[in-house]
């Protein structure tokens, strides 16, 4: 198991950047894909962004492509995810997820796929 600790949410004007950062720590992680969930009120669960750990290979949901950005950091063991002209509706709890080992990335796209959940930070995009 991964244990996730998201940090960096908070209350951003529309067009304005935020910066999420997630810690990891537990088993080795060199062979799972990482990444972002978001849940926004009265919705499901959805897909944002992955990366793979070994390869730095990255996927986004269509939604952010353009405007976030995924990255690794090997030696503190933290991922980020860079947002730029954040929308209202990128108002959502931002969760840091892991996939079970070797899963490929694909799988990581639906809850279902992911194995570690962090427990979320809030992201509010209002004027």
């Known amino acids: 198991q991964v244990q996730l600790v998201e940090s960096g949410g908070g209350l951003v004007q529309p067009g304005g950047s935020l910066r999420l950062s997630c810690t990891a720590s537990g088993r080795t992680f060199s062979s799972r894909v990482m990444g972002w969930f978001r849940q926004a009120p009265g919705k499901e669960r959805e897909f944002v962004a992955t990366i793979t750990w070994s390869s730095g290979t990255t996927d986004y949901a269509d939604s952010v492509k353009g405007r976030f950005t995924i990255s690794r950091d090997n030696a503190k063991n933290m991922v980020h995810l860079q947002m730029n002209s954040l929308k209202p509706e990128d108002t959502a709890v931002y969760y840091c997820?892991?996939?079970?080992?070797?899963?490929?990335?694909?799988?990581?796209?639906?809850?279902?796929?992911?194995?570690?959940w962090g427990r979320g930070t809030q992201v509010t995009v209002s004027s």
């Open positions: 997820v892991a996939g079970s080992p070797y899963i490929p990335a694909q799988n990581m796209r639906f809850p279902s796929g992911v194995n570690d």
